[in-house]
């Protein structure tokens, strides 16, 4: 999945990344879907001992255009694990309290802490983000908040955090048709929004602002990965492959019992 790391420093062109893609895997959906329950449970067996070992924490961040995926990847990749020790944080517009503080506050409060693995749909990089696009704040502010960010997640990263970032690619034209699915479906239809479609009208002006957001911030200790998210099936293989070999690499040990347990016998 090496692939799909994007490498610190760089200028990133989305109009360049195929969101069709599915890597080398020649199995299709089918075998897909197969090595996505395998990998899923890896992840179970591998969050049920960062909980135990209570050292390491970790964040997934996910980020997305509308209908880009956000929630179904959540849905499939944590499908099974332990809610004891697995949280979501979903950060919408903020609130008048969260706007009275700096924009990182109501992140950090959100941020795991050992033993736990939280995943954030939406973010901080929504700071640079719609904030950008919509000119919520002076371009003098906005541009600051790479540096700022970056810093962030690095005391977050020297503080045991394991960081991991994932944006779900796909193109206007696969979003025209998760809108218009939205629409049609009465099960969807509640997640559809009109300003979702003004939205839609800005998507260069999003791509040019994820491009900055990619190239600018993504760093070894808080990498970012460019999911290509047309295929759910691939999107969603994609993210738990990176996160399974991340935990693994974690080498990770059940903890040893407090007290000498030799030769203890349960009546
Ligand atoms: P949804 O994910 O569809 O529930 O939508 C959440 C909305 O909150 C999106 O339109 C985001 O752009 C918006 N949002 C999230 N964070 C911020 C932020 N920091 N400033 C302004 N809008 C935000
Ligand atoms: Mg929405």
């Known amino acids: 999945m090496k692939q799909y790391l994007v490498k610190p420093d760089t200028k990133v062109n989305l109009a360049k990344v195929d969101p069709d893609d599915t890597g080398d895997f020649k199995g299709g959906k089918e075998k897909g879907l197969t090595e996505i329950e395998k990998l899923n449970s890896k992840l179970e067996s591998l969050q049920e001992l960062l909980f135990a070992e209570h050292k390491h924490k970790v964040l997934i961040v996910l980020q997305a255009m509308d209908t880009g995926g956000k929630d179904g990847a959540i849905r499939r990749v ?8 697995v949280r979501v944080a979903s950060f919408k517009a903020p609130t008048p309290e969260e706007l009275d503080h ?3 506050w109501r992140i950090h409060r959100q941020a795991p802490g050992k033993g736990e693995m939280v995943i ?11 904030v950008r ?3 919520l704040v002076p371009p003098e502010v906005w541009k600051k908040r790479f540096d700022q960010i970056n810093e962030f997640e690095r005391i977050l990263a020297e503080s045991g955090t394991t960081i991991l970032k994932f944006y779900l690619h796909i ?5 025209k048709e998760r809108l218009q699915a939205r629409l049609d479906d009465p099960t969807k239809r509640w997640k559809f929004r009109l300003g979702d479609l003004e939205e839609r009208k800005l998507w260069d002006d999003y791509m040019k602002a994820y491009e900055d957001v990619l190239g600018k911030t993504s760093a070894d200790y808080a990498p970012w990965y460019i999911v290509p998210a047309n295929r759910k099936w ?7 492959s990176v996160l399974v070999e991340t935990l693994e690499g974690l080498k990770m040990k059940y903890p040893a019992p407090e007290e000498n347990l030799d030769g203890v016998v349960v009546e």
């Open 120 to 130: 954030f749909n939406r973010s901080h990089y929504e700071d640079v983000l719609v």
């Open 133 to 135: 696009v919509h000119n």
């Open 102 to 104: 700096d924009y990182l």
């Open 234 to 240: 691939y999107r969603d293989l994609v993210i738990s």
């Open 171 to 175: 193109d206007r034209d696969e979003q």
């Open 78 to 85: 944590f499908d099974g694990v332990n809610p004891a020790g």
